[in-house]
């Protein structure tokens, strides 16, 4: 079945530390995106990537930073310098970037600081 | 100001009542999203459309350009219908997000 994975599920964090979320999918689709979800707001834009070792900032890259290595794997690390980083976290993948190519969204990752 | 905002925020229905959430967005767009999350968080993609109105089983949505308004509509909801609706304008490869309409059915 094509789709894509995240993990893990949940994922707890000191402060201070890094913590890497993995989002794979096999959709074979060129463009992948991360957003960030608080309650009662909107997803919000964090990176996104339209080919292989490229990737753009979205509205608050500040505190993350992605890798982009393979088509299918798009990884985001959540670093230290993120000064409020519990939320859940969401990866999509789509076949282009243009506006008529339809999301494909994982299941999340809930992110919690300690 | 958000580029888009939904109505409204939070809905109850009596299972088999009609369901109409809206969306209206500030920006130019090339196509108008709807979205649904359920209470795990996962979301899944209901429909995409730049003009007039699609139907997948139940589910109705319609967007007027001119008004720059689109609606969703659930016939003979179910409490399966029980979900956060998302509607995302897209310009270009830029995507803007409402902060959703949570729908609850009862039995």
């Known amino acids: 079945d094509g789709g894509i994975t995240q993990s893990p599920k949940y994922l707890f964090r000191k402060e201070g530390q890094n913590v890497t979320l993995s989002c794979e999918q096999n959709?074979?689709?060129?463009?992948m995106y991360w957003y960030r979800q608080d309650p009662g707001q909107g997803l919000r834009l964090i990176y996104y990537?339209?080919?292989?070792?490229?990737?753009q900032k979205g509205d608050i890259a500040e505190g993350y930073s992605v890798s982009r290595e393979k088509k299918e794997s798009f990884p985001l690390t959540v670093t230290s310098a993120q000064k409020n980083p519990t939320a859940f976290y969401l990866c999509?993948?789509?076949?282009?970037?243009?506006?008529?190519?339809?999301?494909?969204f994982g299941p999340g990752t809930r992110l919690t600081v300690l | 100001k958000n580029e888009v905002e939904q109505s409204p925020q939070n809905l109850t229905a009596q299972e088999g009542e009609f369901i109409t959430i809206n969306c209206s967005y500030s920006v130019g767009i090339s196509a108008l999203h709807w979205l649904q999350q359920h209470p795990g968080g996962g979301i899944v993609s209901l429909f995409m459309?730049?003009?007039g109105k699609k139907k997948h089983g139940r589910l109705i949505a319609t967007i007027n350009i001119q008004e720059k308004h689109s609606s969703l509509h659930i016939t003979a909801s179910h409490p399966r219908d029980s979900a956060v609706y998302i509607c995302a304008a897209t310009t270009g490869n830029q995507f803007y997000f409402g902060t959703g309409t949570s729908l609850t059915v009862i039995p």
């Open positions: 999509a993948s789509s076949a282009g970037t243009l506006s008529y190519n339809e999301q494909f």
């Open positions: 459309l730049s003009s």
């Open positions: 990537s339209q080919i292989v070792n490229d990737f």
């Open positions: 959709l074979n689709h060129d463009a």
